[in-house]
């Protein structure tokens, strides 16, 4: 089992440049991929994309990839366009004497135009560095999932003790269930006795009758039967290696569904202060369910 939240980071060298990429990852029902890129390698997204999702099948990622010259290698990233910024003087001193502006063009009006300064012709060559790239972020994804799997165990633990809750919460009502029917005969006879009803006794056909409707009416055994299912179900699903987030909050919904229907049966004090109980242990079990992949 694996939590959708962690982060990694990795680092390559290649020709005298740094390559870093930065992973974040936090919880989304499904999968969604945010990648930004130097421009020089906006080309690479798709091939991280699909690294990214051969590793993550759950939640919103983010990559961030980098490159930076090591010491002495600065200079060799930029380049000058000279024509383009001849031609940017040129507009740019026509323009002027055209508004009657004041002022000259300056150098650092220049080295601000757009495409003045490029990055050398070696530099934008993006899939000759996506081996350094792949690697950056083969590392990122290693400790991306190191870190998943270390939250994940957390989880698990903490589910498994909420099942656990339940399943003792489950035991108690399938052990006090066939007692309500008895007690409600019994009460229902007290009614009648201290009603002054002469001549009717237990095996009266009415009274019998109204037993059984009772018993149609809060028999929950169904609803434990089908409870006791999902958590076999869950624990199959822990031993499963693959994602387990969907199945899981699947499952919820279905404990989620008997334990409303249990609660609607209730007739007795004590079930219902355990199908409180498994509301409540089910509630926490589903906003944990929300972190698992």
Do not use: C
Request: no cysteine; proline share 2%.
């Amino acid at each position: 089992m694996k939590s959708m939240t962690g982060h990694g980071w990795g680092e390559q060298a290649r020709d005298g440049h740094k390559i870093t990429v930065e992973l974040s990852s936090v919880n989304r029902k499904q999968s969604e991929i945010t990648v930004n890129l130097p421009r020089e390698f906006e080309v690479l997204e798709a091939q991280v994309r699909d690294e990214v999702n051969r590793k993550i099948a759950r939640g919103r990622v983010t990559v961030r990839v980098g490159i930076q010259a090591t010491e002495g290698q600065e200079t060799e990233r930029l380049a000058l366009n000279l024509p383009l910024a001849r031609a940017y003087a040129k507009e740019f001193r026509k323009v002027s004497k055209e508004l009657k502006l004041a002022g000259k063009v300056t150098l650092d009006t220049l080295l601000r135009a757009p495409g003045v300064l490029q990055a050398s012709q070696d530099q934008t060559d993006a899939e000759a560095y996506w081996p350094a790239v792949e690697k950056a972020l083969q590392k990122a994804l290693s400790m991306l999932l190191q870190m998943r799997e270390r939250e994940g165990a957390h989880l698990q633990k903490d589910l498994v003790s909420r099942i656990t809750l339940m399943r003792e919460a489950v035991a108690r009502v399938t052990k006090a269930a066939p007692e309500i029917q008895v007690r409600y005969r019994a009460n229902l006879l007290e009614r009648i006795r201290k009603a002054g009803l002469d001549g009717v006794s237990a095996e009266d056909d009415r009274v019998l009758k109204e037993v059984i409707l009772f018993a149609d009416r809060s028999d929950v055994s169904e609803e434990l039967t089908r409870l006791e299912g999902h958590f076999q179900q869950f624990d199959t699903v822990l031993r499963q290696t693959e994602p387990v987030g969907r199945t899981l909050d699947f499952l919820a919904q279905e404990m989620n569904r008997e334990i409303n229907t249990l609660g609607a049966k209730a007739n007795d004090g004590q079930i219902s202060r355990d199908v409180v109980l498994l509301k409540t242990e089910l509630e926490k079990f589903r906003e944990q369910v929300q972190n698992v992949e």
